[in-house]
């Protein structure tokens, strides 16, 4: 009887480890993700295609209104005057206000 514990026992802590495993492998996967997601952008230096990489509802073409609006007026001193830019309202600044940065 003994012997046929002891294959059980170790078959149990041999998927117990790779159950765990696995869960790690999804969370470090998941912490990437929020990682990529949470990461600030900083409007004053972010080429277009990072702008709209990163922000939400933000393609290219608002991105590249964002940069050419930042070379004619100047660097933004605050995430409302975004609003300043057409094609960029009140809710997509609301959006993004958590993943934008100025410095």
């Given amino acids: 009887m003994r012997i046929q514990r002891i294959p059980m026992f170790a078959l149990i802590l041999l998927l117990s480890f790779f159950g765990s495993f696995s869960s790690l ?3 470090s996967a998941d912490a ?3 990682a ?18 990163k922000l939400k509802g933000v ?3 608002k991105a590249k209104a964002i ?17 300043e830019v057409k094609g960029i309202g009140a ?3 609301e959006k993004n206000r958590a993943a934008i940065s100025l410095k």
């Fill in 36 to 53: 990529t997601q949470t990461a600030l952008v900083n409007i004053n230096t972010a080429s277009a295609e990072e702008l709209a990489q």
């Fill in 59 to 61: 393609g290219m073409s």
């Fill in 25 to 27: 492998t999804y969370a």
């Fill in 32 to 34: 990437k993700v929020i």
């Fill in 91 to 93: 809710a997509t600044i």
């Fill in 67 to 83: 940069v050419e609006y930042r070379a004619k007026v100047g660097k933004f001193i605050t995430v409302d005057q975004l609003a």
